[in-house]
């Protein structure tokens, strides 16, 4: 009913930048959390950055200063901005939404997640 779509990984030099985007589909009536996580090899998959449909972020402190998340909700979308990038923000980032279906019953999606490679 929802899908979550992800792009914009890629391999990156260590002090470069990338953007994530994720673009949300389907019978969508609203988006309350958007979310950004990541699982590095052998690795637990951890939070990265979250906003809610207000405005309001969080940070993992890891990324605090160099990762910012923002949101386009006319067009359900989700974006990630990381600057001065290092070698242990490698791993495979997952975009998680809360959604609010047109039927009014609410569902937790994961997109496919895209690899973000930071490496000389």
């Known amino acids: 009913q929802v899908q979550l779509v992800e792009s914009g990984g890629g391999l990156v030099q260590p002090g470069g930048s990338l953007r994530l985007s994720c673009a949300a589909s389907g019978s969508i009536f609203s988006i309350y959390t958007m979310d950004w996580y990541r699982q590095a090899p052998g690795k637990q998959r951890e939070s990265v950055a979250g906003?809610?449909?207000?405005?309001?972020?969080n940070y993992a402190d890891s990324v605090k200063g160099r990762f910012t998340i923002s949101r386009d909700n006319a067009k359900d979308t989700v974006y990630l901005q990381m600057n001065s990038l290092k070698p242990e923000d490698t791993a495979v980032y997952y975009c998680?939404?809360?959604?609010?279906?047109?039927?009014?019953?609410?569902?937790?999606?994961w997109g496919q997640g895209t690899q973000v490679t930071v490496s000389s």
């Open positions: 906003i809610i449909s207000g405005g309001s972020t």
């Open positions: 998680n939404a809360e959604v609010v279906l047109r039927s009014r019953s609410r569902v937790n999606v």
